[in-house]
């Protein structure tokens, strides 16, 4: 579960990126965050991954109290979320199969658990038959299904997806997207921040806009208001 209560957040030059911000995200829920550039959106994503902190409030990630985290607890924290990013940040020179087991590797998982893991995800993807080549002979697609690969191998309760669809072709878009929803199916909580305005019209799910750090509309369904 996400939990934001009273959830304020102000950089260290005086800007005031969230405002006051409630919200829950129930486990398994599939949610859109939206808002033009500059709302608050990136800040939210950036707190939920502790990459900032809040400023006042109570934030709560699957168990974690992210308000009063300790250092040392930040890593077991992101060992529950899988976060796929817009520009991939895929090795170069590793391979499709190398890619995802680095993110294994780096939980300390043990070689025969890599070895039965790997391969499940790329064939969760549609990517088994790429495992030994390299980010330089995949389509954009391509990269962000092994993006989604690495960011499910070490099982982790939530995923968040920042653009997913933004550097790929329109004709992409959809393949993506069922993805995403397959991964809710399994179980997951799928945040997903965007601007695509057509995917969130298109599958009626839950959407959070953000305008100016604040909460403005929370709602089932693709219509939203400017």
């Known amino acids: 579960m996400i939990k934001f209560e009273n959830v304020s957040m102000e950089y260290s030059n005086g800007t005031a990126a969230l405002n006051n911000v409630s919200l829950q995200i129930d486990d398994g829920e599939f949610v859109f965050v939206v808002g033009h550039s500059g709302a608050g959106k990136t800040t939210l994503t950036k707190l939920l991954i502790c990459e900032e902190r809040v400023s006042s409030g109570r934030l709560e990630v699957n168990g974690f109290r992210l308000d009063k985290i300790r250092s040392w607890k930040i890593s077991k924290l992101r060992r529950t979320m899988g976060v796929v990013f817009q520009d991939f940040k895929l090795f170069e020179k590793m391979t499709v199969y190398e890619n ?74 959809e393949g993506i997207m069922e993805l995403l929803v397959k991964i809710n199916k399994l179980g997951k909580t799928v945040l997903v ?16 806009r953000i305008e100016g750090g604040s909460i403005v509309s929370d709602r089932i369904g693709g219509e939203i208001a400017e």
């Open 100 to 173: 995802v087991a680095f993110a294994m590797r780096v939980v300390g998982a043990k070689p025969s658990l890599i070895k039965k893991r790997v391969p499940f995800f790329l064939d969760i993807v549609g990517l088994g038959h790429k495992s030994d080549s390299f980010p330089s002979e995949l389509s954009g697609g391509e990269k962000q299904r092994v993006a989604f690969a690495r960011a499910l191998v070490n099982n982790p309760d939530t995923i968040i997806a920042d653009e997913p669809t933004g550097n790929v072709d329109v004709d992409l878009t």
């Open 193 to 208: 921040v965007t601007h695509d305005m057509n995917i969130i019209e298109q599958y009626k799910k839950r959407v959070i």
